[in-house]
């Protein structure tokens, strides 16, 4: 998951009254297509001698997932699939896995996320 800044640390701040962000993000002349948000990581690995691939739409990470599986059985490499997700984004976090917090209102049908439940549910996100 990348939002161009070390947000977990901002979030883990939080219980303590503090809110600082370590911005990470930088116009990259060598890769304007991250759009600011700084290092290429998909050069990276790829330069270390993996696949990667960058999503930008929450739509194809489903399909991204597919893509990363065939490459890493057609070239026995780590496959790492970089996530771009808005630069203010809390991530649910917690220190066990039963007391985990949540920063935004769950999905609770198909309606709120229609492409995450509908594959756990078997429903018709339209109906």
């Known amino acids: ?10 979030q883990a701040q939080r219980q303590f009254d503090i809110d600082y962000c370590v911005q990470l ?3 990259n002349q060598n890769s304007p297509e991250v759009e600011g948000y700084g290092v ?3 050069k990276v690995v790829e330069g270390l001698g993996c696949k990667a691939i ?3 739409d929450p739509s194809n990470i489903q399909s991204a997932f597919s893509e ?3 490459l890493m059985a057609a070239h026995q490499v780590p496959v790492v699939v970089e996530i771009i ?3 203010v984004t809390n991530i649910s976090m917690g220190v066990e896995i039963n007391a985990i917090n949540e920063f935004e209102p769950l999905a609770e049908s198909a309606t709120d996320a ?3 439940l509908s594959s756990i549910n078997n429903t018709n996100p339209t109906s």
């Open 68 to 70: 990363a599986r065939a």
């Open 85 to 87: 997700l808005e630069r």
């Open 114 to 116: 229609p492409t995450a």
């Open 1 to 10: 998951m990348n939002n161009s800044y070390l947000g977990l640390i901002r």
């Open 40 to 42: 290429d990581h998909v």
């Open 25 to 27: 993000a930088f116009e």
């Open 54 to 56: 960058r999503v930008t």
